[in-house]
């Protein structure tokens, strides 16, 4: 893991880390992951006229979506925009039912019927990946509409929720900053950072 990415995590972790703190260090690991989740993706070559000069340039023209799973995605969303600006955004809410089997209803959701054909890669943000409940739901909701290439990108994911993602959806690319061993009973990962979206964003 590159440093930079050690050390958000740690302050992530820390039970003692306060909301604004939190939300920066959402952000710069976030930028990490960004910079990995889009490594790979096409650019073409173009002519570009300096002040001094023309010269041959590489750039990208894919059209790009980002799908901030609600609410802790959205702590992961500027990163993302500063890494592809001209992004579409289809924000998705959720609610995760704390009993068995923790599986999400969906409460909203801004994904187009009919994704167009001209969208490369639809980004999933979303911090935890747990159960996977709530990736492999949104998955299937981007898939049902036409999505073509999907990138899971979370912060933390424990390696059951891993597998599920994997087995249901094996051509989902999966990003993510660390690997923890278990959930607990609630299915909140452990050691994790506990519940994301309430750090992010507190509500009393
Ligand atoms: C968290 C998290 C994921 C989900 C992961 O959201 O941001 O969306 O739980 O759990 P899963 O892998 O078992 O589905 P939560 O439902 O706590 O909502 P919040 O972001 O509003 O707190
Ligand atoms: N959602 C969270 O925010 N944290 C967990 O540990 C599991 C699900």
Redesign the pocket.
Known sequence: MHPVARDAMARLRNEYTLAPEFRRQLHRLSLLLANRATLELPTTSCDVSTPLASTKCQAMDDLYALVPVMR?GNGMLDAFLTFLPNALVWHLSMS?MHEDPFDPILTDSKVPDAIPGSVHTCFVLD??L??AG?ACFTVQHLKDRGAKRIVFVGV?G?TQGIARLQSEHPDVDIVIGAVDPR??EM????P????????LYPTQ
Request: aromatic share 4%.
């Open positions: 802790a995760r911090p935890m747990a159960t709530s933390l424990c959930l607990n299915a909140y990962i452990v994790g950072l506990g519940d994301a979206g309430d750090r």
